[in-house]
């Protein structure tokens, strides 16, 4: 009778603990709605010719076979134009977005003098919005009254020349991008053991050494990962480029996602279709780094 | 208990994310027109501030704005059409969307609710009017007019061009000269702000047009590329800005002679103090033939069955009421497209209505209508500073344009 009781109460209990998937019902809900359901659907305009007001259209492969192969037109010279500049946007961005925070959050263990204050300085700009953050460069990098041109005495158009559009992104990405990646290394170099450190320090090593053999080893996974995430959100990249350059000069800093907007939201008639895929293709091009990445990070653990 | 206690708390979060939007949605559409517009910011304080003159009459329906960025026009039109819910009753859109909407069957008609009402084409710049007529129906009803001007620094002028502005009539020719006599002294003659614009006059001047004989679109041609080439020269001449700066400041600071802007830049440069300064018509490459690119917004009546015709016939009298009493919308630079204004004193003396106060004048305005043609003015934008630097050949450039125009039109 006892034993009845007691597995009775154990079902009720079982039966009636929501509480987890209430807490956890609106995360899932809006990421049904804004985010997997969005997703598939983008999947299937893109086999679609569609304005966006009226019904869509199924066409099949055929966005696919314009923007991958049909040379003739204007969409296969925009993919493969804003395939181009993301990723050479992410192959010199990525480096610097790892190595700067790296470097500081290695300066930083030393717990100089207002270390704080620095840490707090190099942290505030992953705060701002993008578009504040644009506005505040496209002042810092103005041609008419940036203090940049004024302070080396340059009169150089920074935003509308080559190299300085893809040096001027670089710097703006990397300075807004810094905290994140700097509190993930500051809190790996703080957990290296203390014993591997000393132990390397009564065998003679110095401080590069030590950084190098014993710290960056240490917090590998921690570099792995950032590398993957920051990887992924570089492919993204749309603002910095929108706002700061305009996608030029002569559309060499136009990224695929500047395309893939103007094709679906720009003024005129929309082309969601072929938008959509040019999107399904920049997914499958993440998709496919990240998965390199992936198991390079499995393969070092 | 206190389980349970956390669990009602959890779940009233949750439905209050919710509920309280979806119950705003049922409310917000009664007795009122709704009209939506992509004018924010001061402009649209001002449109809002006529709105509500409107409302103080106690009309049986009152009006209700909503402002909202451009790009956030275009996609609320898209979810609320398709949807069939919550689609506004006006719509203030641009001149060149009207024919757009029309061939998607997103407009309803305004004939049967303008019959027999001071709406008519006798009552509005006939340019204006013909904007929203597609097919022989009225789609599209005059709001305002924004147009291309160019402001002066009376000073500059008499320095280096003394008398160019005395017949309110400023040449291409006029310029070149005010920019031989100053570029030595670091002053600009010519303020190349906005390309699209600055284009389009100059295009439509030369005699150019966004349409061939079959209707097609049309950049990829001679026209086109004498206009370009027209700004190249001014620019390796040294008569115009540098790539980036600023010309709004550069004038207003007394260094360029003349800026083409918009109208609705009036506030800013009533700022002014330094110098004297004008507003004429925009450089023309012919004095005897003067033509003034223009736009004229409309308002337009997105499809919706279960509108019912007193809303219809309510949004008409609101924009009839607003034919005699625009002032404080055009206080933002805007002209009218009514005749009506024509016979106020207080706008007559407005900088901005030597646009349409003669004949002449009116006569000179070109309201660029072609569907999809906005597709032309972004590629133009994009790409104005890299042809007039020479980064790219003019000609190549306008094909490649050319292209891309024809392959998002579908041709």
New interface residues.
Partial sequence: MMEKTQFNEQNKKKNFN??PA??V??HLLIFLVFTLIPFIYGIYISFT?W????DPVFVGLENFKTILFNQ????Y??FWNGLQNTFFFVLITVPFCIMVPLVLATMLATRPKLHRLFQAIFYVPSLFAISAVMIIWQFLL????GPINSLFGLEL?L??NQPWAWISLVIVTVWWTIGGNLVIYQAAIGGVSGDMLEAAELDGANAFQKLTKVVIPSIRFQILYTTIMTTIAQFNVYGQPLMLT??????STQVLIMNIQ??A?????A?AGIASAMAVMLGVCIMVVSIFQFVLMKKQD | MMKKLTLATAIAMSLSLVLPTAYQEVSAQENVITVWSGVTGPDGDLIRQNIEEYNATNPAYPVELLAMEGATLNSRLVTATRSKEGVPDLALVASETVSQYVGQNLLESWDAYIEGTEVNATNYLAEAWDVGTVDGSQYGLPATMGTWVMYYNQDLVNQYVPGATDDGIITYEEITTAGEAAKNDGIIAYGFGWPMQNFNNLYLQMGGSFSDDEGFLTIDNDIAVATLEHFKSMYEAGHTNKNGEDTVAQFMNGQTIFLPEGTWMLSQMEEITDFEWGQTFTPQWDADNVVQASGASQFAMFVDENRPDERRQAAVEFVDWLRTNQMTWLESGENTASLAMLENEDYLSMPQSFLIQTPEAREAIRIITDEGSSHIFGEIDGAAWDMLEGNVDIKEKLAEIQQIVNDTMGY
């Avoid at chain 1, 304005?51 to 009226?54: E, I, N, V």
């Avoid at chain 1, 305009?246 to 559309?251: A, D, H, I, L």
């Avoid at chain 1, 939201?265 to 008639?269: N, Y």
């Fill in positions: 929501l509480l209430v807490f019902g609106p010719d304005d966006l007001f009226t003739d037109s204007s969409f010279k925009q103005s041609v008419s009254y158009n935003l509308s305009g996608g030029g000069p002569n559309r103007q094709n939201f720009g003024s005129g008639m082309r």
